[in-house]
């Protein structure tokens, strides 16, 4: 998920003024080897300290792409949003031009509402506490990364399917570490509107669920249906257009040490979804 370049040449500092004459010293730019960080505010966000910190937004970056940095120089969270299904374009489905026009508009309109899913002020917040930590510890602290992803990740006839993905700092004190959670949009083809996953089953909501964790057990000998069974409500269910995923993030279950999928292909799950509701499916 992370679309941003690691800076590999040294820092130069630059003046706003200095790259267009206009003498304001007050906006900074530093320049990396692939990046451009403008400063946009002095104080984006106040602790309760009464630390503050800036907000940064690298200017080559497609995507909506911040740091936040305390007065001290050190860069405390970095994000980066990708906040509509347009701007992830694969190229082996048909995105956006497979839908009516009414449905675009639908779909739009949908994503401009939902806008960021994360807290940030949460995940600054926890930045923060880990920030300090380290310091009376004498730790390296690590800047937090954070970002949302949307992107198209499944298809047929009757619909499009739009995951929002978004990764967060696995445990408070960063080390490098991620979580990833889902959410699944589902969208009619024709109007736009949004169709409830469980829709797509033959059985119940409940029937599905208890299906999903026996064939996760069997698939998986490293999980038991007893493992899985009682946070299936936890799961995040995932269409891609060859196989389902049952989705379960870091923290879902005692012990989980990272992550987990179970992935299933269509025709191993034959009649758990309705025929029509296949994504490789065509009409």
């Excluded at 779909?107 to 939902?114: F, I, L, S, T």
């Excluded at 960021?116 to 300090?132: F, Q, R, S």
Aim: one cysteine or more; a negative charge.
């Amino acid at each position: 998920m992370n679309r941003w370049k690691k800076a590999t040449t040294m820092l130069v500092l630059l003046t706003a003024g200095l790259l267009t004459g206009c003498g304001d010293s007050s906006k900074t730019e530093e320049v990396h080897s692939f990046a451009v960080w403008e400063k946009t505010e002095d104080a984006a966000y106040t602790f309760s300290d009464g630390v503050t910190a800036e907000k940064w937004k690298n200017e080559k970056e497609n995507t909506q792409q911040y740091r936040y940095r305390l007065e001290d120089g050190t860069d405390l969270l970095q994000t980066t949003d990708v906040l509509s299904p347009e701007e992830e374009i694969d190229s082996e489905l048909s995105g956006f031009c497979g839908l009516e026009e009414t449905a675009q508009e639908n779909v739009r309109a949908y994503y401009q509402k939902q806008g960021i899913v994360y807290n940030l002020e949460k995940e600054l917040e926890d930045a923060y506490e880990d920030y300090l930590a380290c310091a009376d510890s004498r730790e390296h602290f690590t800047c937090h990364e954070v970002s949302q992803d949307v992107m198209e990740s499944a298809e047929n006839g009757t619909y499009m399917v739009i995951l929002t993905a978004v990764t967060t700092p696995k445990k408070l004190h960063f080390d490098g570490g991620t979580t990833c959670n889902y959410q699944t949009a589902i969208f009619d083809r024709k109007s736009g509107e949004t169709i409830d996953i469980w829709d797509l089953f033959t059985k119940s909501q409940a029937e599905t669920k208890e299906e999903l964790a026996k064939i996760c057990s069997v698939e998986d000998t490293t999980v038991s249906e007893q493992d899985v069974g009682p946070v299936m409500d936890q799961s995040q269910i995932l269409l891609f257009q060859d196989y389902l995923e049952v989705w379960f993030p870091y923290g879902t279950w005692e012990r989980q040490e990272f992550d987990k999928g179970f992935g299933f292909e269509y025709e191993k799950i034959g009649g758990l979804l309705y025929d029509w509701a296949v994504p490789s499916q065509k009409e």
